[in-house]
């Protein structure tokens, strides 16, 4: 096939979510109360999330159904293209045949929409009113804000402060829909006054907006739900819906193929993208390299323990098992806002433990560098989160080039970068540094780790 794009019509969206629960190699760890310790009860989760999500959390069943409403808003830009990258081919003279799944032709121009709007439906479908939630680069927080607007709901965003003051667009959009955007500390909540009291000129970080977000669900009596963005089983579950495509858009190039990579920041458009794969790799032995490409300034997978810790830094969330910096950990003000979170998805991190998704973590000067030659190659500027994809994508076609091997290398173009102009004028000024995690403040996290007895 000579095509560059490969397109899929609207007949051909998925029908229903793929929901790893059904071929996971490794029994699942629970969630854990976050003052008992023991395992969560769905009336705990309730308080922050409707029945029905809760429910797909813990679903055995392989398939879950698209509702039509979700899929009629699908529609406004699903299917998503695939591309066969020829001219990035080209440009790395590589025998390597590089495809890319591109999700920024979303109206908010990344993944995110793909859970929003199904958690927005479901909401609505409990009779709910008011949601809350956190954001980092800014991408979720538009996503939920365009989708809480389709459906009526009303929405109050805590924005990672030093995104809200890198990003102001993003928080735009989100007005623009009708949101409420805060940033994060903020005076508005218990947490967030605490925090800003220690240290008044806090950047912020995931952790503690989602501290807020929950504070905020948490207190309200019932009137608001909480929604997240990434991390959850069923957010993760909701973003299948681009490796579904994938999957037929690779058949219609001929081709199957051998490398696949995703950004990975919380895990959800890298499960989104890479799940459905792994699917063919457990069912029908399909040999693949799974990769989850992630900042060196945010080591979760590739420096952080594989243990249990809270989902946020005022340790009120459910524990989960996973690969943690620790929920102390304060980034520092890299530019990829969306690979910010302490930890990673507990099913993703599990899948690393098995030994099926390998970790790489990639500096931040080399990911721009990435992201610019591509971008002068396939005329797309990506999001820096997705970046960090590019860069490993282009390393293993250097490496096809090396060797001489002809390998398929896809990977998922999570998001465009057009609110993400400060960043590439720093990198193109020579301003933009690498930071590296340091190691004593992974040690000291580690200290702070719920303790929680081993079965």
Known sequence: MDDTKILLSEKDLPQA????????????TPLLHPGTMEPVTPDFLAVLFPMNLIMQAV???RWIEIPEPVRDIYKLWRPTPMFRARRLEKALDTPAHIYYKYEGVS????????????QAYFC?????????????????????SMACNFFDIDLEVYMVKVSYFQKPYRRI????????VYASPSDRTNYGRSVLAQDPDSPGSLGIAISEGVEAAATSNGAKKYSLGSVLPFVLTHQTVIGLEALEQMEMAGEYPDIVIGCAGGGSNFAGFTYPFLWKKFTEGKNIRVIAAEPASCPSITRGKYAFDYGDTAAMAPIAM???????????????????????????????????IEGRAVPQ?????AAVQFSRAEGIIPAPES????????????????????KVIAFNLSGHGHFDMMAYEQYLHGKLQDYEYPQAQIEEAMTHLPQVAMA
């Not at 959009?173 to 409420?180: C, L, R, S, T």
């Not at 970046?387 to 002809?406: Q, T």
Request: charged share 15%; with cysteine.
């Open 17 to 28: 979510w793929y929901n790893i629960n059904a071929d996971m190699p490794v029994p699942p």
């Open 107 to 118: 109206p908010v121009g990344s993944h995110k929409p793909n859970t929003a709007v199904a």
């Open 59 to 61: 679903s055995p069943e």
């Open 322 to 356: 996973m690969h943690t910096l620790g929920h102390t950990f304060v980034p520092p003000g890299i530019h990829a806002g969306g690979l910010r979170y302490h930890g990673m998805a507990s099913s993703v991190s599990a899948l690393v433990e098995h030994g099926d």
């Open 124 to 144: 609505k479908e409990e009779g709910i009113q008011a949601l809350t939630t956190e954001t980092g680069a800014g991408q979720w927080g538009s996503a939920l």
């Open 387 to 406: 970046a960090h994809a590019i860069r490993v994508a282009i390393d293993e076609a250097l490496r096809c080039k090396e060797s001489g091997e002809r």
């Open 173 to 180: 959009i989100m007005e623009n829909f009708g949101a409420q």
């Open 365 to 369: 000067v080399a990911t721009f560098e």
